[in-house]
């Protein structure tokens, strides 16, 4: 009978590549795992050591950034963070970096890229995935003895080469490749280079490449995808062409040429040649995790913030714009996602600081955070309206909107997050009983695959008979999101081509961990029991649309699962008015929207301030007209 099932099995699996096997080796699981085994389970909370990295030093950097474009016109900046220890992050002090701890970091980086996003792309990008990390953990004590000093110093300044024209989202597809080759006597690797929309590659002088290395003549012994360090005097080498994302301002650019690469420039030595995929899928949490959520929550918190005071100024029809229950509901809007991505960003930081590296969690954030922070940028623009749409100082708005794109674009495309990894690599990886199976059959062992399969039965009855159970809310949705799972994975490999149906469970998926993100987040501070009621309610309620619609669109499942299309109630237009008027006159509320984002002599900063003063008053109408004006230029 086993025998059978075994092969019954085998035929429905998806083929899984070397590459994407790789991925779901490296990393561990976390509540990614405990919310697939329909566990309801609040994080412990965390106690956080003191920052490194004073508060009163970053401002009084950021007070002293002229708001001029970084690059190409200005580089100062570059030069500034790069000396000043913003680079080394990741680095142990014994290599005189300043090592911060992942909440440490996400804050410094919140606070930068709270006054500028180009500035904080520039922080974050040595600060992620690229030459100081992959050093940190896969180069030989030579390399980080030669190496990390001179980054942590300021005196190299990395960047990490993997897309090109034909390699972005299927990073590896069609990756730039190399030979093994004897050159003057010596085993070279002749590489052939052509990348684009490289971070920093324009003013970065080493340079992290992947490349495919082929050893037709077996003279090393090894090929695969492999990382090395080259310098940017490197002969053949071409770095004279920059792109230019969106006009926001930070250094992106080409790296191309003809070169020779030592074994010895391959990170972690010759003994690595091969293992590149694997060295960047353990790393890709840093950018995934921690560096693009922590630029969303800046956005968010800017434009929360901003909007909040903003609001409560400007008047039309003779009353203040937060009178108005059109602009309310747009203002809910406003806090709920960014209330949701600093909850996210607070429970990831821990989780991580913790030593895991959870590859779903950290795609789940990076596609959340980066698509709930552009759409809280959307509705304050409508807010800001016309004060919005134009360019100028007191406009608080524009550099994040036009930045927003690159967001969802980078550090692979939310599309590809979203449809194929969140819930695709998600049911394989975090799934407790799924990969077992997977091995089972890649290994052709039986054995195995019988106590797998015996696992995966027990739990999927177990589950499904806690469907019928008399939980309510979040802690019932867990449990039909993962009995539901159970029968989705009965698709087997169709799942990768039934994007529309991945797609909505990633949603789910996603919008479980953000709730007990929430329920996290309000053990931490306490600002608002009213708050996360409303915003896990409407969470679940979201959910719940969703289920629904993926139990219609399903087939013989129907019949097993149409119990779990539950009638929930929605966000009333009580609630709507209730939640307004808490996140209005709450001050926790707001003091926790305005932590870590940096409010000194600036337009956020005027902005709060016209609320302390006289409405009638001349400095207030000033201040008033000056900031609704934006700015004015000569013809």
């Known amino acids: 009978m086993y025998r059978t099932l075994f092969n019954l099995v085998k035929s429905r699996i998806p083929r899984i590549s070397p590459t994407e096997l790789i991925a779901l080796r490296s990393g561990n699981t976390s509540l990614d795992r405990e919310i697939l085994c329909g566990k309801i389970t609040y994080p412990k909370i965390r106690e956080r ?15 002293e950034f002229d708001g001029k474009r970084l690059y190409p016109s200005d580089g100062k900046w570059i030069d500034h963070l790069a000396k000043n220890n913003y680079f080394s992050f990741l680095i142990d002090e014994k290599y005189g970096g300043v090592k911060l701890s992942v909440n440490e970091m996400s804050n410094v980086l919140t606070k930068i890229t709270s006054v500028d996003p180009a500035l904080g792309v520039v922080a974050m990008v040595p600060n992620s995935l690229g030459p100081g990390e992959l050093l940190t953990q896969y180069g030989t004590e030579e390399q980080r003895t030669n190496y990390l000093p001179k980054l942590a110093r300021g005196d190299l300044i990395p960047c990490f080469g993997l897309t090109g024209p034909n390699n972005g989202s299927d990073a590896t597809g069609n990756i730039d490749r190399g030979t093994v080759v004897e050159k003057d006597g010596k085993v070279m690797f002749k590489v052939t280079l052509n990348k684009r929309y490289i971070t920093l590659a324009p003013v970065a002088n080493l ?27 490197h002969d053949g080498l071409i770095q004279n062409t920059h792109h230019n994302p969106l006009d926001v301002g930070f250094p992106n650019g080409t790296i191309r040429g003809e070169i020779y690469i030592s074994p010895e420039q391959v990170i972690g030595g010759i003994d690595n040649v091969g293992n590149g995929w694997k060295m960047l899928m353990e790393c890709l949490s840093a950018g995934r995790g921690i560096s693009l959520p922590a630029t969303a ?28 229950e059109a602009i309310q509901k747009k203002y809910n809007n406003i806090i709920y996602n960014t209330w949701i991505i600093q909850s996210a960003v607070a429970l990831t930081n821990d989780i991580l600081d913790d030593g895991n590296s ?9 596609e959340q955070c980066t698509e709930r922070g552009r759409t809280v940028l959307n509705e304050a623009m409508d807010i800001h309206a016309g004060s919005g749409i134009c360019v100028g100082d007191n406009n608080f708005l524009e550099k ?27 049911l394989n990886k975090s799934h407790p009983y799924i990969f077992p199976l997977l091995e089972s059959i890649m290994n052709d062992n039986l054995d195995k695959f019988k106590t797998a399969f015996n696992n995966i039965v027990g739990h999927s009855i177990s589950l499904y008979t806690k469907t019928f159970s008399f939980s309510k809310g979040l802690e019932q949705q867990i449990i039909d999101f993962a009995a539901l799972t159970n029968f989705i994975a009965l ?11 991945s797609g909505d469970m990633a949603d789910i998926f996603s919008n479980l961990y953000l709730a007990l993100a929430v329920h996290y987040y309000h053990q931490q501070n306490e600002a608002s029991g009213m708050l996360t009621s409303y915003v896990v309610k409407r969470l679940v309620y979201e959910n719940q649309i969703t289920m629904n619609r993926i139990i219609d669109n399903l087939g013989f499942e129907y019949v097993f699962l149409m119990h779990l299309k539950r009638n929930i ?4 237009y009580d609630d709507e008015r209730i939640f307004f008027n808490e996140s209005m006159s709450n001050p926790n509320i707001i003091a926790e929207i305005k932590k870590n984002i940096h409010v000194e002599k600036n337009v956020l900063e005027e902005l709060e301030r016209i609320n302390t003063l006289d409405p009638s008053s001349d400095e207030h109408r000033n201040l008033t007209q000056k900031i609704i004006g934006v700015a004015e230029y000569a013809n």
Do not use: C, W
């Open 569 to 572: 109630s929605g966000i009333t």
């Open 297 to 324: 929550n800046a956005s968010s918190k800017v434009a929360a913030f901003g909007i909040h005071n903003y609001i409560q100024v400007r008047e039309q029809f003779g009353m203040p714009l937060s009178n108005m």
């Open 49 to 63: 050591n003191t920052n490194k990295l004073p508060e009163k030093v970053i401002s009084k950097m950021l007070n």
């Open 491 to 501: 698709r087997g490999g169709a799942i990768k081509r039934e994007q529309m149906l």
């Open 400 to 426: 994040y909107y036009r930045s927003a794109p690159i967001g969802i674009t980078v550090e692979g495309s939310n599309t590809l997050t979203r449809s194929l990894i969140i819930f695709g690599q998600g």
């Open 358 to 366: 959870p590859a779903v969690l950290s795609a789940i954030m990076k």
């Open 207 to 233: 340079m992290g490449i992947a490349f495919h290395l082929d050893d037709p003549d077996s003279l090393i012994g090894r090929s695969g995808v492999t990382v090395a360090l080259v310098e940017r005097e």
